[in-house]
């Protein structure tokens, strides 16, 4: 049996000084993830991930993790004043997650890459 775990991630920008209501959940995010489960219909809560900003050599760095809350998602990831306009990428540990739910994972981790994202 397959399991699919559908992501819809929510990559935003906000220009300085425009204020945001994200329902408590922070005020200032250049990067907002959110993950629902497709098999169940809920959201992917406890699910870790990483995320990944290119450089200008094209490597990769690791800037944070995160896990997702019992609603699906994570915030401040980053502040507004620490992000830089350009590629991201996030790995997700679909694995672990699934095999805390007491399923057989059907692939170790989802990559979501790259985004650019701009302000």
């Known amino acids: 049996m397959r399991f699919i775990l559908s992501l819809i991630i929510c990559l935003t920008a906000f220009y300085k000084g425009e204020s945001?209501?994200?329902s408590g959940s922070d005020t200032n995010c250049p990067?907002?993830?959110?993950?629902l489960n497709a098999v169940n219909g809920t959201p992917a809560a406890n699910l870790h991930m990483?995320?990944?900003?290119?450089?200008?050599?094209?490597s990769w760095?690791?800037?944070?993790?995160?896990?997702?809350?019992?609603?699906?998602?994570?915030?401040?990831?980053?502040?507004?004043?620490?992000f830089i306009p350009g590629m991201y990428k996030i790995h997700f540990n679909t694995a672990d997650y699934w095999r805390n739910?007491?399923?057989?994972?059907?692939?170790?981790?989802?990559n979501v890459s790259p985004t650019y994202i701009d302000c």
């Not at 800037?63 to 507004?80: K, P, S, W």
């Not at 739910?101 to 989802?110: D, I, N, Q, R, S």
Request: proline content about 2%; hydrophobic content about 35%; some cysteine.
């Open 20 to 22: 945001v209501d994200h």
């Open 31 to 35: 990067i907002n993830i959110k993950v």
């Open 50 to 58: 990483q995320i990944y900003r290119r450089n200008a050599d094209l």
């Open 61 to 82: 760095h690791q800037f944070n993790t995160g896990v997702t809350g019992i609603n699906g998602e994570v915030h401040n990831l980053i502040t507004e004043a620490d």
């Open 101 to 110: 739910l007491g399923y057989t994972p059907f692939h170790e981790c989802v």
